[in-house]
């Protein structure tokens, strides 16, 4: 079991470009979660979805961000036009059940720099 | 709205002392708490997690407690050692749209040896 798998581990971008992170579920969890850790701060809930569907974005950016989690492929974090602000790490969780009552498991995170 | 807060914010002990790490958060009317591990660029490592329905949860040297109604959590590592040093984040689930947690801005631990 490969657990959660974020790639890249590392990304940097220039302003004004587009960011783009994934994130693989563990094996048998079909609900994916999105945080935010930006410097010296705690994380941030960002986005909740299911398999082709957006459950909870009230933590989401209004503009720029977006979030998909296709039939088949990773969850993707996507991030246009970016600007300095954006720097930080981007962690994916997934749970087996919706909610949480088995905990959530993280990914190793997307650590992205704008310059 | 959930605000949770981890004090000390950082905390040196040399081996072998057994520590208290503490979270607190100001709605009790949550789902679980979760105690993570967050080693420097790394991401998060879950210890141990308590429902609302029980007082305390054990994993090896780990002991965590919770009092939902004063809305405390403790993180007890015994023994400590310098492999344990990393940031412990305390997160919250909310009862009511318990698809999110709340995080606290953690606890750094240094374990001298």
């Known amino acids: 079991n490969a657990g959660v798998m974020q790639n890249p581990r590392h990304l940097v971008r220039r302003r004004g470009q587009e960011a783009r992170l994934r994130c693989s579920p563990m094996k048998g969890h079909s609900h994916v979660y999105w945080y935010r850790q930006l410097p010296e701060e705690g994380l941030k809930f960002m986005v909740y979805l299911q398999k082709e569907n957006i459950i909870d974005e009230s933590g989401m950016p209004k503009e720029r961000f977006s979030a998909e989690f296709p039939k088949e492929g990773p969850s993707i974090l996507r991030i246009q036009q970016v600007v300095r602000g954006d720097s930080a790490a981007y962690f994916c969780?997934?749970?087996?059940?919706?909610?949480?009552?088995?905990?959530?498991?993280f990914g190793s995170g997307t650590r992205l720099t704008v310059v | 709205k959930q605000e949770v807060t981890q004090i000390p914010a950082a905390l040196s002990v040399p081996e072998g002392e057994n520590l208290v790490l503490n979270c607190s958060f100001t709605d009790s009317a949550i789902y679980n708490l979760q105690w993570f591990r967050q080693d420097p660029g790394k991401g998060l490592t879950s210890l141990l997690l308590i429902q609302s329905s029980q007082r305390e949860q054990t994993s090896g040297r780990l002991n965590a407690s919770l009092d939902k109604s004063s809305g405390r959590s403790t993180l007890y590592i015994a023994a400590s050692q310098p492999g344990d040093s990393a940031t412990y984040l305390c997160a919250v689930s909310h009862q009511t749209g318990a698809n999110n947690l709340f995080f606290g801005t953690g606890t750094r631990l240094t374990v001298i040896p």
């Open positions: 969780a997934s749970s087996p059940f919706e909610g949480a009552l088995y905990g959530y498991t």
